[in-house]
């Protein structure tokens, strides 16, 4: 269970301050998604913030099928590095994977503690730019899913129309020639 705490987050605040013992109901899951080994040659994944959480599953899932040979892309954007939630881990199942698992990072702003030439990654709100250097082109045998904060929704993909419903496709996604067959929202 991962959950970030956000200073104005209703639900993460009382999440933060409960103590063993209590209890906290929670419904679903709610497949929204299933996932098949080697049904898309490539993956794109572009994840926000604690966007990242249903792309780390999806990540898990190929990547420790040895029978999948799915290539996944990840493109995860956050304010800061030290908002980058399973950094470690990530770059493990890289190191682990590099045939078959690129992350790239990036973010809105460095520290100051983070000298420039020390970060290797890119700065700024995931881009048009971004997206043809890191994530795979449109076309058949490829698949892109996106989540993250509203705001970045509608940037790259558009919102979702409900929990279980797609919505129309807008967005940079749209404007680079993807569809909504090859385009998932979590």
């Not at 419904?27 to 792309?55: D, E, H, R, W």
């Not at 970060?119 to 043809?132: A, F, L, P």
């Amino acid at each position: 269970l991962m959950i970030k705490v956000y200073p104005n987050g209703k639900m993460s605040q009382h999440i933060d301050k409960m103590k063993v013992g209590d209890c906290l109901m929670v419904k679903g899951p709610l497949q929204k998604f299933v996932y098949q080994p080697n049904s898309k040659k490539q993956m794109g994944l572009i994840a926000g913030g604690t966007g990242l959480t249903p792309m780390y599953q999806l990540i898990r899932k190929v990547l420790d099928n040895p029978d999948d040979k799915t290539k996944i892309s990840l493109l995860y954007a956050n304010v800061t590095p030290d908002d980058i939630m399973l950094r470690e881990e990530l770059e493990q199942l890289q190191a682990k994977h590099p045939d078959r698992f690129n992350v790239h990072f990036t973010v809105d702003r460095l520290l100051p503690e983070t000298p420039k030439q020390e970060w290797k990654h890119d700065v700024g709100h995931v881009t048009r730019d971004m997206i043809n250097k890191y994530i795979p082109a449109s076309g058949p045998d490829t698949w892109v899913a996106v989540c993250g904060p509203p705001g970045f929704m509608n940037l790259l993909s558009g919102q979702k129309e409900s929990p279980m419903k797609q919505g129309e496709l807008t967005g940079i996604l749209k404007e680079m020639g993807y569809t909504s067959d090859n385009v998932f929202k979590y």
